[in-house]
């Protein structure tokens, strides 16, 4: 899908995930492209490093399964030769059945390719109104500067949102008491423990702990854990607790200081990445049947399953440290360390990067953006990855494919060609385009892709995510070479 040379330049704002990927899309067709980002000049709260594709929030990419909407999403980018997801898989570290890459090779890999491609200029400076005069992507991510910020909400007026979200805190390998937890991912994946055949639990249960039985896993469900258990490795650490240590622990979290938002923001979270204290605040169990279920695990001390399981997963190739999975958190420094030191095996636990805060900047994309992702108010301005409203760094990465895609072809004068529906890529527009009540970001699932045909019957959940997946496969595959 290579195009002839153009003599327009192109300019993207903002160079993470979608603003590199969009960049170095453009350029493969022949496009000359101007990448501007801010950084070293100025950062954000949540960002450390002057690399271009900087993860902020967690290394996982989530899992890998063609039956996973995101797992299909990422085989699709593979197929088109996306670079976010190039460079991902030459610097992926071990996560079960997930994608998880080393974060900061990740960023140098994604920064090398872009300073190196000849139709590329980096341009390091922060843009502070929305460029005029000349095809523009904004790619500025969730927490776009103060100044551009004004400048689009002067464009979109009151359909402008901002919400908050939440990072997780990291510890040191060393500081961790080995003795007191494990090596397993979960239901199997890794080898280091199976045959456990628990079933999930049903809503509304209360989870088991060590001393009560455990129940058959229906068929579909076993399945599942036979074909999760032929890949993976020991991924994760799990922390055990007891039903005492479990309780007291979400005590701590639901009477914990916070550190509270300026009296002028209005603070909303995005679902899918709840700060834990507000999950714990929503009622007891809640994290039980969240981030720290304990189904699929077996603590090999006991050889059974523990009450809740609170779950590391390694930051970086050489497992130096640890990410707290699912512990996004807006508590106060003091008030992480005195309560995460709660969880077994991280008493004495040295803490790399503590939690913290920031904000989430987009559009209400299905009232603003046209079908190229473009601004109706503003032609010639596109918007893509989480300022437009979705949500997850592969997501990002394959907004900024689709924008990049969609405005060559409005510079060669083509129809545009999108994405099929019923692909997860053709799924990132579907979203944008779903008019709602209230739009909030969203990660890619099944949802957002085309149904099966009725008319060929029914299938179990797994098997129907199966089919959709071969069937976007081969869509893709079409619209790809006819293009």
Known sequence: MNGAESPRDVVVVGGGLAGCEAAYQLAQRGLRVRLVEMKPH?????????????????NSMRGAALSNAVGLLKEELRRVGSLALRCADETSVPAGGALAVDRERFAEAMTREIEAHPRITLDRREVTEIPEGRPVILATGPLTSDALAASLAA????E???????????????????????KQSRYGKGGAVRGERSAPQERGAQPESAAQPERAAP???????????????????N??????????????????EKVEARDFEEVRYFEGCLPCEVMAARGEQTLAFGPMKPV???????????????????????????????????????????????????????????????????VNAPALLGPAMELRALPGVHLAGQISGVEGYVESAAAGFVCAILLAQQLRNEPLR?????????????????????????????????????????LRKRARYEAMAERALRDLDAWWAAG
């Not at 954000?44 to 993860?55: G, I, K, N």
């Not at 464009?155 to 009151?158: N, S």
């Not at 979200?165 to 080995?178: E, L, Q, T």
């Not at 922390?239 to 914990?256: G, H, I, N, T």
């Open 296 to 362: 699929g695990l077996t603590d090999p001390r006991t050889g059974r399953r523990p009450y809740a399981v609170l779950q590391l997963r390694p930051e970086d190739e050489a497992a130096t440290a640890y990410n707290l999975v699912g512990f996004q958190t807006r508590m106060k420094y003091a008030e992480q360390l005195r309560v995460f030191r709660m969880v077994p095996g991280l008493e004495e636990a040295e803490f790399l990067r503590m939690g913290s805060v920031h904000r989430n900047t987009f």
């Open 155 to 158: 464009a979109v007026g009151a």
């Open 219 to 237: 068929p579909e469900d076993a399945a599942e854990r036979r074909d999760d258990a032929e890949v993976g490795d020991e991924a994760y650490v």
């Open 160 to 182: 402008h949102l901002a919400y908050y979200d939440a990072i997780a805190p990291i510890v040191s390998a060393d500081s961790i008491d080995w003795s007191r937890v494990w």
């Open 418 to 458: 999108p994405p099929p529906p019923t692909t997860a890529l053709g799924g990132i527009l579907t979203h944008l385009g779903r008019k709602q009540p209230s739009y909030q970001p969203s990660n890619i699932t099944w949802a957002h892709i085309a149904p099966l045909d009725p008319a060929k019957g029914r």
């Open 239 to 256: 922390c055990p607790f007891d039903e005492a240590q479990y309780k007291a622990f979400v005590r701590a979290l639901v009477e914990s």
């Open 42 to 58: 100025k950062r954000t709260p949540a960002q450390t490093s002057d690399r271009l594709a900087e993860l902020v929030c967690s």
